[in-house]
């Protein structure tokens, strides 16, 4: 059997606002459950506002759920122990996802040093082995982020994620606002980098053609529910849920 | 496949400390250059007269009262018989040595406060800022009045004052701007990478607000001058034999008709310092926020 480095179990996501008369109630994860083995992608893929974010987020620890249990790597999850550097995650906005005021170097290292401590620069030769595996020049390391291209940045936040040799990797809408040949890089270079390392992946998406790329499997979410759960190759093939079908049509 | 990235030129270490040379160069335009000057002048003046005796001594009476300017008194004698240069270039350095000592505290707490409430957003932010709030209710006259009254007036007074007259709208802002900081991408990064609060706080907080900060900074120091300035008129500040500006001033009034010069030298360096100070705040702010517009007006 294979093992399940990241399991969802019934798990539901409720945010309140207001009180009184104004309360409102949004269930972003209704009785979610899934999971993700070792060496797999999980593509999770839905509209705006289908809760895809809100399963990352949880997924990543950084949200408590309303109820249900996280699994990783079968113990209950408790962020704050022993974690560290296990999960990583890759997010959208090329522009946002670096410290500016920080060299590229220093932003790659920063994960390992926080896992095994050490200061920013004592990881360079970790940061330069990085640099090769993700495909750019040793000499970006000294460099700040506003001097890279957004296909560059995806990289070295690729590179900051996997320094750690994490077990499980979230990507959130990782490649959507990058160009298409950039995207295609940077989708091969995924790939390339889970068959070396074997991480677990949730390669969180609205871009079908991108999530079938690189997913081993899709979970299709709308209005906080999986409807469908599906091999990709089974799922582009015979989509069986309503909505499956109306979301590949209008591909 | 990935394929090959180009390789990025490395800038050699000259061409940095070019970049770096040039940078420092174009930091304040030709305006605000002169006001650092004029600032600089006046802190060079004040601390000469004090190691050096420049201008006389502050308190010994030297002359008739309220001689008007002459080549022995520049700026004529007050109602004592003192030579007003070196009590003014006194009163310029107990000014801007109280100012800028109040500020640095300023900035210390309110960038704390306004960072921690930045990045923790919620109820914690909602606290801080309902403190500053009630901070800001108080008209700043009152508030330092308030002060003066409670740790006896002084030196001590006026540099509370200050601090309480300027921490809620630099904790204010300072917290704006960590809150926009604290939802981009990297420092959830540094959060699940699990980096240190303390960590996150100062590496990648603190370093992307510190612009604000000197921005702040600059603009609480004129206030500074203002809050001195009005505490030691109102007699709640700087007391004699002491000197600073806001002293002077108000000594000058009770002669005014009779010995203008006494109100108007000190008068006229403290809207010169203000002056200076805010030219180079907008300096800054243009240059360190450069998406902040000029106001219309």
């Not at chain 2, 006026?158 to 604290?182: F, H």
Request: glycine share 10%; proline share 4%; aromatic share 4%.
């Amino acid at each position: 059997m294979i093992e399940n480095v990241l399991e969802l179990d019934q798990v539901s996501t409720v945010f309140r606002s207001g009180w009184g008369r104004g309360r409102r109630e949004l269930t972003a994860m209704d009785d979610i459950t899934l999971s993700v083995p070792a060496g797999e992608t999980l593509g999770l893929v839905g509209e705006s506002g289908s809760g895809k974010t809100t399963t990352g987020s949880v997924a990543l620890g950084l949200r408590r759920p309303t109820s249900g249990t996280v699994r990783f790597l079968g113990r209950p999850f408790d962020r704050r122990r022993g974690t560290a550097g296990q999960i990583q995650a890759v997010f959208q906005n090329p522009n946002w996802s670096l410290n500016p005021r920080l060299t590229v170097g220093a932003s790659i290292a920063e994960p390992l040093s926080a896992a095994e401590g050490g200061s920013l620069s004592s990881h360079e030769d970790a940061v330069l082995t990085m640099l090769d595996e993700v495909g750019l020049h040793r000499s970006v390391a000294e460099r700040h982020p506003h001097e890279l291209s957004g296909g560059q940045r995806q990289r070295v936040a690729v590179a900051r994620a996997l320094i750690t040799r994490p077990r499980f990797i979230v990507f959130d809408e990782a490649v959507s606002a990058l160009d298409v040949s950039v995207q295609a890089q940077v989708l091969n270079l995924i790939k390339d980098l889970q068959a070396q390392n074997g991480f677990a992946a949730l390669f969180i998406s609205h871009d079908l053609g991108a999530v079938r790329y690189v997913s081993h499997r899709i979970a299709v979410m709308r209005l906080g529910e999986i409807v469908e759960l599906a091999e990709t190759e089974r799922f582009y093939d015979a989509p069986e849920h309503d909505y499956s079908r109306r979301l590949l049509e209008g591909m | 496949m990935t394929g090959t990235v180009a390789p990025i030129p490395r800038a050699t270490a000259a061409q940095a400390a070019r970049r770096g040379l040039r940078r420092a160069a174009t930091t304040l335009d030709p305006l605000a250059t002169v006001a650092a000057c004029v600032l600089l002048a006046m802190f060079a003046a004040t601390i000469l007269a004090r190691l050096v005796g420049l201008g006389g001594s502050p308190t010994e009476i030297v002359g008739t009262r309220l001689a008007a300017p002459s080549l022995a008194f520049p700026l004529g004698t007050d109602s004592l018989g003192r030579s007003l240069v070196p009590r003014l270039l006194e009163g310029i350095g107990t000014t801007l040595l109280l100012s800028v000592i109040a500020v640095a505290i300023t900035a210390v707490l309110a960038s704390t406060a306004g960072i921690v409430a930045g990045y923790r957003g919620g109820r914690v932010n909602g606290t801080i800022m309902r403190v500053g709030d009630m901070l800001y209710a108080f008209p700043s006259i009152i508030l330092a009045i308030l002060v003066a009254a409670v740790v006896g007036p002084g030196q001590v007074a006026a540099l509370a004052s200050i601090v309480l007259v300027t921490v809620p709208l630099m904790t204010r802002l300072v917290a704006v701007s960590s809150r926009a900081v604290a939802d981009r991408d990297f420092v959830a990064a540094a959060v699940i990478s699990g980096v240190s609060t303390p960590r996150i706080l100062v590496r990648h907080i603190l370093r992307n607000v510190a612009g604000t900060i000197a921005v702040q900074g600059t603009y609480a120091l004129s206030i500074a001058i203002l809050v001195e300035g009005g505490l030691s008129f109102l007699g709640y500040g700087v007391q004699l034999p002491g000197s600073s500006l806001g002293l002077l001033i108000k000594e000058g009034t009770t002669y005014m008709v009779k010995a203008p010069w006494l109100i108007v030298a000190p008068g006229v360096v403290l809207v010169i310092a203000i002056l200076c100070i805010n030219v180079i705040g907008d300096s800054l702010r243009d240059r360190l926020e450069p998406r902040e517009t000029r106001s219309l007006v």
